[in-house]
């Protein structure tokens, strides 16, 4: 079961580039890695997922190096609305929910 | 993209008393889990709801304590047996599909156990 580890809490203003770092040394090889923002008193929302190199979206992209143990979520241009808790999962959701794990998540404070 | 709702959003129950939610989506989705947030705390697997037979449990959840119901491929509820206040969390509902990575949540419903 991979284990993941994110910063507990990151600080930015309006307008950076935010580098969210998922820690899984243990991913398996059929193992995806998703990534999902929560806001308070929400349900989490899916923002990106890969297997490896970089995927990007309108949202956000994510880079995984060759040895998929690390992720990093980044954010381009953050705004006040980005402020939300930021989950990495890894797991093979598809067909064993139960091997997919949450990490304890990165709460994001963006200024103005 | 799936839509999901919850009922309740929220209820205070008594100890040694039941609570019942239901989730509904809005579409037929393959999969539909459940989860328990704690307050400030990250997500806990407790279940999948498998249409048609009996859930698949996480280790540490137990179906006498979380029984779990899908009839069909839209609906699930999940009850909370026995209460007592360490029960009191956020309870979410989520879907999707095979060969799909993306999950998509509820609102949650709160339970407080007094």
């Given at each position: 079961?991979?284990?993941?580890t994110?910063?507990?809490?990151?600080d930015?203003?309006?307008g950076?580039?935010?580098?969210?770092?998922?820690?899984?040394n243990?991913?398996?090889?059929n193992?995806y890695?998703t990534?999902?923002?929560?806001?308070?008193?929400?349900?989490?929302?899916?923002?990106i997922?890969g297997?490896?190199?970089k995927?990007?979206n309108?949202?956000?992209?994510?880079f995984?190096?060759?040895d998929?143990?690390s992720?990093?979520?980044?954010?381009?241009?953050?705004s006040?609305s980005d402020?939300a808790?930021?989950?990495c999962l890894?797991g093979?959701?598809?067909?064993?929910?139960?091997k997919?794990t949450?990490g304890?998540?990165?709460?994001?404070?963006?200024?103005? | 993209?799936a839509?999901?709702s919850q009922k309740p959003?929220?209820?205070?129950?008594?100890?040694?008393?039941s609570?019942t939610?239901?989730?509904q989506?809005?579409?037929q989705?393959?999969m539909?889990f459940?989860?328990r947030q704690?307050?400030?705390?990250s997500l806990?697997?407790i279940?999948?709801?498998?249409?048609g037979?009996e859930?698949?449990y996480?280790?540490?959840f137990?179906?006498d304590?979380?029984p779990?119901?899908?009839p069909?491929?839209?609906?699930s509820?999940?009850?909370?047996s026995?209460?007592s206040?360490?029960?009191s969390?956020i309870?979410?509902?989520?879907?999707g599909?095979?060969?799909?990575?993306?999950?998509y949540?509820?609102?949650?419903?709160?339970?407080?156990?007094?």
């Amino acid at each position: 079961l991979a284990k993941t580890t994110q910063p507990i809490s990151m600080d930015s203003y309006e307008g950076q580039e935010v580098n969210i770092t998922c820690s899984h040394n243990n991913i398996a090889t059929n193992d995806y890695i998703t990534w999902y923002q929560q806001f308070p008193s929400q349900g989490p929302r899916f923002i990106i997922q890969g297997y490896k190199t970089k995927v990007t979206n309108e949202v956000a992209s994510l880079f995984i190096p060759a040895d998929r143990k690390s992720s990093t979520l980044s954010l381009p241009r953050v705004s006040l609305s980005d402020t939300a808790v930021y989950y990495c999962l890894v797991g093979d959701i598809a067909t064993n929910a139960g091997k997919s794990t949450f990490g304890d998540g990165t709460t994001l404070t963006v200024k103005p | 993209s799936a839509v999901i709702s919850q009922k309740p959003s929220r209820d205070i129950c008594q100890r040694g008393t039941s609570l019942t939610i239901q989730c509904q989506v809005d579409s037929q989705v393959t999969m539909m889990f459940w989860y328990r947030q704690q307050p400030g705390q990250s997500l806990t697997l407790i279940a999948t709801a498998n249409q048609g037979s009996e859930a698949t449990y996480e280790s540490g959840f137990v179906i006498d304590k979380f029984p779990i119901s899908r009839p069909n491929l839209t609906f699930s509820t999940l009850t909370v047996s026995n209460l007592s206040p360490e029960d009191s969390s956020i309870y979410l509902c989520s879907a999707g599909g095979v060969g799909s990575y993306e999950q998509y949540f509820g609102p949650g419903t709160r339970l407080t156990v007094t």
